[in-house]
């Protein structure tokens, strides 16, 4: 499985921003794909993760009502729709895929991450 993120950049407090996360070398529907974020000095965390037929989503508190996962099984992409965006959500975001796993552990493949920065 290879994922590649992109959509990242610098923007101001409170606008919005996508990110996409392009998946390939096996059967996109059958995974359970997740976005985590990094931010400086800090661990990696669980963002968002949504189930190989979209049935179930899952979310970290922080961005809760603000980021939206979602999946286009025909374009085997999955993207974080990010909106109100905070200075504290400024981390390289990476996606992850994964089987038989819960939403926001036990993930197998890794994308290389996309850097957000957000100023206030």
């Known amino acids: 499985v290879q994922l590649q993120a992109f959509g990242g950049g610098l923007v101001q407090a409170g606008v919005s921003l996508r990110l996409s996360c392009a998946f390939s070398?096996?059967?996109?529907?059958?995974?359970?794909l997740g976005w985590f974020r990094q931010a400086p000095g800090k661990e990696r965390e669980f963002v968002a993760g949504?189930?190989?037929?979209?049935?179930?989503?899952g979310y970290t508190d922080s961005v809760k009502g603000r980021f939206t996962i979602s999946r286009d099984n025909a374009k085997n992409t999955v993207y974080l729709q990010m909106d109100s965006l905070k200075s504290e959500d400024t981390a390289v975001y990476y996606c992850?895929?994964?089987?038989?796993?819960?939403?926001?552990?036990?993930?197998?493949?890794w994308g290389q991450g996309t850097l957000v920065t957000v100023s206030s």
């Open positions: 992850a895929a994964g089987r038989y796993i819960t939403l926001s552990a036990g993930y197998n493949y």
């Open positions: 070398g096996r059967t996109f529907s059958s995974y359970t």
């Open positions: 949504i189930s190989w037929d979209a049935g179930s989503t």
